[in-house]
């Protein structure tokens, strides 16, 4: 992309003209997430989803590669001396994206993509800088700086109104011609860690999830401890509050991000994955061999998914959340599978498996 400074001398900071109180419920989970998924994006428009290579370093820091090479498209690196968390990746900025609105990206051109509204990195900054972070950001040879000030021509209450405020800076080193490096600093290492979870490209990385894949009805996670946490396009959205698994789907979410607005959409897409996997579970268990591509806990998970589906089908939770609507369209096959698998189960649970039965 081009850029457009012209002839501009950055004398003095430029109002976005955004207040510091917009969006206020946004905090460092929010901040993150735009940044990480802007990263996340770019990589996409250069290398399309699945060329996309995610490599740990350790639990914490993470190369991103084009698929069957070494050469590096992106990185995440934290400086535990400094407190200084960067995003790295190829490109370049404009500034037109600092303009409310202001983004390339359609995500009507390509699935993977999940930005779309233009407005995450200005309220990302808003929100880093009230919590007493920093940020800027290294775009080739100008580094840009955000701030919280006030500005005299904006009155509320009697007072000067404190505003989102940038400005851009020479720049010169030839080893980051190219990139695009975001800097957020005042971020512990514990902070960190833990916005990892919220994202299963990382966290798949450092973690064992035991990530079952269905087709494009998405994927099921059936590690405990990633029970009910729900995921749009691999990224964190809520709780669901009684669902059994953890699941990453294409959800239609709120402006935010950070809620479901169809629990109904939700509850269709999680019950076909389940449907999916008991539809083809013997397939998918032979695929796996030895499990000789899944390490022993992933395995074990696996191997409990039936019974596991039984406790939740039977959970007074699970049928409260009316996510079970949807299995009077059980397939026949998974119907089947359930008949066979509860004759097996009967000595253990009884008339519980009874009633599911005649239920179903």
């Not at 939740?312 to 119907?335: E, I, R």
């Amino acid at each position: 992309m081009a850029s457009s400074f012209g002839t501009y001398e950055p004398k003095k900071d430029i109002n976005t003209w955004i207040s510091s109180i917009y969006c206020e419920k946004w905090g460092l989970k929010e901040g993150l997430r735009e940044l990480i998924q802007n990263q996340r994006d770019e990589l996409i428009n250069l290398l399309e989803k699945d060329n996309i290579e995610t490599q740990a370093l350790n639990d914490y820091e993470f190369n991103f590669l084009k698929k069957g090479t070494n050469e590096l498209y992106g990185s995440i690196r934290y400086d535990q001396m400094g407190q200084k968390l960067s995003l790295e990746n190829k490109g370049k900025l404009e500034t037109f994206n600092l303009l409310l609105g202001g983004t390339t990206r359609n995500p009507s051109n390509n699935s993977a993509i999940t930005g779309q509204f233009g407005e995450g990195l200005k309220i990302a900054a808003i929100a880093l800088l009230r919590l007493n972070k920093s940020l800027s950001i290294v775009n080739t040879d100008q580094v840009w700086r955000f701030s919280l000030k006030d500005d005299e021509n904006f009155i509320r209450n009697g007072q000067r109104e404190k505003c989102l405020f940038w400005r851009w800076d020479p720049y010169n080193n030839p080893q980051r011609a190219g990139k695009v490096i975001v800097e957020i600093r005042n971020i512990t290492i514990d902070e960190w860690k833990e916005a990892i979870d919220n994202y299963l490209w990382l966290v798949s990385k450092v973690k064992r999830l035991g990530i079952i894949n269905a087709g494009n009805y998405g994927d099921i996670i059936l590690n405990p401890e990633f029970k009910d946490r729900i995921y749009s396009r691999g990224v964190f959205v809520t709780r669901s509050g009684g669902v059994g698994f953890g699941y990453n789907l294409n959800l239609t979410l709120d402006r935010d991000r950070n809620c479901i607005t169809d629990y109904k959409q939700f509850a269709e897409k999680a019950n076909s994955i389940i449907f999916y996997i008991l539809d083809n579970y013997n397939t998918l268990r032979a695929s796996f061999g030895n499990f000789e591509n899944m390490d022993y806990t992933e395995a074990e998970m696996f191997e409990q998914f039936p019974e596991n589906i039984y406790n939740l089908l039977c959970s007074d939770v699970y049928f409260l959340s009316g996510a079970y609507y949807s299995w009077n369209y059980l397939p026949q096959k998974a119907c089947d599978y359930i008949w066979e698998f509860g004759n097996l189960l009967f000595k253990k649970k009884g008339h519980q498996i009874i009633d599911l039965m005649l239920l179903i």
